[in-house]
T-cell receptor
């Protein structure tokens, strides 16, 4: 079975602080994709990043960075110098490559509140 | 860039009524997915279509049905609505040929309220 766990339900930080959102996943697939999506208060789901299971290279995009560690089945997301506009619910998701039709398995989400 | 279009954006229905949600995928995307997100919950997969054929099925009630048409748009039909069907319904689309292959891009969602 596939499972994604985001243990942090809510995080509150003050603007300009760095914050890391944790994501741990379980899968028996040897090939899979991991994703992060952002859901702002307006409700839409915004794609942030996709990572292949065979690519453990960390990625940085502006103030966002992602740390993928296959050995610990984790795919953590760090926001550097957080801003009020980063306030949202962030979802980590897993997509198997074989036999699941491509559906996403989401974690429970982490609600990030960035205060001025 | 064109995004996934969903209509209507908001829908209010009474119990036992029917509802039809529509989804227009990103052009040249061949796969459509439907998800249901209850209040404070993560999105739950309902059903998907690849090239107009059902490709996978999740926790979709028998009261719901869906299809993908020749122009690739999809409709989710919901009958005998219950209070528990109140949720945000997302459609997403993807393509193995897209710039970020096999990545699901979501529409803005349809917020269904059942009274």
């Amino acid at each position: 079975a596939q499972k994604v766990t985001q243990a942090q339900t809510e995080i509150s930080v003050v603007e300009k602080e760095d914050v890391t959102l944790d994501c741990v996943y379980e899968t028996r697939d040897t090939t899979y994709y991991l994703f992060w999506y952002k859901q702002p208060p307006s409700g839409e789901l915004v794609f942030l990043i996709r990572r292949n299971s065979f690519d453990e290279q960390n990625e940085i995009s502006g103030r966002y960075s992602w740390n993928f560690q296959k050995s610990t089945s984790s795919f953590n997301f760090t926001i550097t110098a957080s801003q009020v506009v980063d306030s949202a619910v962030y979802f980590c998701a897993l997509r198997g490559m074989l036999g699941q039709g491509g559906k996403l398995i989401f974690g429970q989400g982490t609600e990030l509140s960035v205060k001025p | 860039a064109a995004g996934v279009i969903q209509s209507p954006r908001h829908l209010i229905k009474e119990k036992r009524e029917t509802a039809t949600l529509k989804c227009y995928p990103i052009p040249r995307h061949d796969t459509v997915y439907w998800y249901q997100q209850g209040p404070g919950q993560d999105p739950q997969f309902l059903i998907s279509f690849y090239e107009k054929m059902q490709s996978d099925k999740g926790s979709i009630p028998d009261r719901f049905s869906a299809q993908q048409f020749s122009d690739y748009h999809s409709e989710l039909n919901m009958s005998s609505l219950e209070l528990g069907d109140s949720a945000l319904y997302f459609c997403a689309s993807s393509s193995a040929e897209a710039e970020v292959a096999d990545t699901q891009y979501f529409g803005p969602g349809t917020r269904l309220t059942v009274l």
